[in-house]
């Protein structure tokens, strides 16, 4: 018949030797199954791969997408560097692969198995029976070892998991660096304890020297301390106090102050019960009053709200 004539031409130099190599060497694993690439099928079967892929598609029914598929650029680009780096004949790969050569074509354990019906020749016979036996003994040793691998999972899964630790660790040091180094930078946010009266003055005297336009302060108990503190800022820079009369009465201190220093303009508010600091466009939400900062545990953050959206609701 053409099918045998077709397959049982002489064998190409390339393939002297390539029955001694273990099957298993060329089965690998694409798209979750265990395939062959039809290159690899040939040498073993001692033919041309395109004489083998001429043979196949004359019995094009035989073979479904489950018994063989072509692969796309990307699974041939992975599967030919796999193999250059794994193969002890790394060096011949690119020769295999034929060049220019079209997608190539793998075929499952089933395509295989198929391969048997289309190639009779007595090397196809006992060729497929080596294949065959080779997927089985595969089989075997991935169920006899599977513990292995699901071990070897569990550890590879908590590398992972160990890596996005250290990344995220790395990432907050770095970001450690970068504040520290970055002099101007604005705190995000922070706590004073007990007893850092210093600490906490200097922070909110830092945070009212940088500003360019303007420094309000949002906070019901204000005193004398208050109006030096917001001393601190630049020449040009506005000030204004919103508070609640009721708890600070400081207008006989603001007539001194204002007589010698910068204004500060004092403005009522009952409807607000946390402290805020607003310097330029930054808002900060502050624990406490800032005259009493340092003497218990307060804290304080940055917030990613507009200081008009408070300043609206003011009254």
Same mark, same amino acid.
């Given at each position: ?59 094009? =029914? ?42 190539? %074509?793998?075929?499952? =354990? ?63 040091? =770095? ?25 906490? %003055? ?48 400081? =207008? ?64």
């Amino acid at each position: 018949m053409n099918e045998d004539s077709n397959i049982n031409s002489a064998p190409s130099t390339i393939n002297h030797g390539s029955n001694l190599m273990p099957v298993e060497n060329f089965i690998h694993v694409i798209r979750g199954r265990q395939v062959m690439l039809d290159s690899d099928l040939a040498r073993l079967y001692g033919v041309e791969t395109r004489r083998l892929n001429e043979q196949v598609k004359r019995n094009v =029914e035989r073979f479904p997408m489950d018994f063989m598929f072509q692969l796309t650029k990307e699974e041939t680009k992975d599967l030919k560097s796999h193999i250059a780096t794994s193969s002890p004949e790394s060096e011949d790969v690119n020769s295999n692969w034929g060049g220019n050569r079209k997608l190539p %074509y793998v075929f499952t =354990e089933n395509g295989v198995a198929m391969l048997s019906s289309v190639l009779r020749s007595k090397t196809a016979i006992e060729v497929n029976i080596r294949i065959m036996r080779a997927f089985t003994a595969m089989r075997g040793f991935v169920v006899n070892n599977l513990h292995m691998f699901q071990r070897l999972e569990t550890i590879e899964h908590h590398q992972l998991l160990m890596q996005k630790h250290l990344y995220e660790h790395d990432a907050r040091i =770095e970001e450690v660096f970068t504040r520290l180094n970055a002099k101007d930078a604005e705190p995000m946010e922070g706590l004073f304890f007990e007893g850092q009266i210093f600490d906490a %003055y200097t922070l909110i005297s830092d945070l009212v020297r940088k500003a360019i336009s303007r420094v309000i302060l949002i906070d019901n108990y204000v005193d004398d301390r208050v109006l030096k503190t917001l001393d601190k800022r630049n020449d040009g820079v506005d000030a204004i106090i919103y508070t609640n009369p009721k708890n600070s009465q400081i =207008e006989l201190d603001l007539i001194k102050h204002n007589a010698q220093y910068p204004r500060i303009t004092i403005r009522h508010c009952r409807n607000v019960h946390d402290r805020f600091l607003i310097i330029d466009d930054v808002v900060y939400f502050i624990g406490g009053s800032i005259k009493d900062l340092g003497k218990k545990i307060v804290a304080f953050c940055q917030m990613r709200r507009l200081p008009e959206e408070i300043l609206a609701k003011i009254r």
